[in-house]
């Protein structure tokens, strides 16, 4: 018996065209790029907002699922923010890229328009520093509160001790 969904199902490819239809109807200034799997669409953090309500809204476009969002540190070269969104309406996957400047950059909340950004949001803002302009409630979900590091920059203040003790390099673990 062949099980039916309300939603596309089957593996997930670039849709062709969706680059280019994302930049066209966005009315902000997008780049374009493609990953294995998705639409890349680069965009600076004073147009993010613009973007994703023009993703999740446009009838051609439905991306209602927010996957993920993670940051990424490039160390001199700065930050950036990773939306990976989904549409089960039309099947399509996209990523959109904001690049950012080092240190405590400011990126606008998406937490209206989905509100799974919200633990996401908060990790990020945790992890890396970012910091979630509109977030109704930016606080730590794993550290401490008053820790203020953030452990995943790649010149955290912990990373000389873990070279020494070898825990960034070699297998995990214990050999017994």
């Not at 039916?4 to 239809?21: C, I, S, V």
């Not at 439905?62 to 990976?84: C, I, P, Q, T, W």
């Not at 509109?134 to 979900?141: A, C, F, M, S, T």
């Not at 825990?167 to 995990?172: A, H, K, L, M, V």
């Amino acid at each position: 018996m062949t099980q039916t969904y309300p939603y596309p199902t089957g593996q997930q490819t670039a849709a062709a065209g969706l680059g280019e239809l994302v930049a066209r109807l966005a009315g902000v200034e997008t780049t374009l790029a493609e990953t294995t799997t998705d639409v890349d669409v680069r965009v600076a953090p004073s147009a993010l907002l613009a973007l994703a309500t023009t993703l999740r809204d446009h009838a051609d476009l439905r991306f209602d699922f927010l996957r993920n969002v993670s940051g990424v540190d490039y160390e001199a070269d700065g930050m950036a923010l990773k939306y990976h969104l989904y549409s089960f309406t039309h099947g399509h996957a996209l990523q959109v890229s904001v690049p950012t400047a080092a240190g405590h950059p400011h990126v606008p909340s998406l937490v209206s328009l989905y509100p799974a950004a919200d633990w996401f949001e908060r990790e990020a803002s945790e992890m890396f520093g970012f910091q979630f302009d509109g977030h109704p409630n930016l606080r730590n979900l794993l550290l401490e509160e008053d820790l203020h590091i953030h452990p995943l920059l790649k010149a955290h203040p912990l990373q000389a001790a873990e070279l020494l003790q070898g825990i960034e390099s070699g297998p995990p673990g214990f050999t017994i």
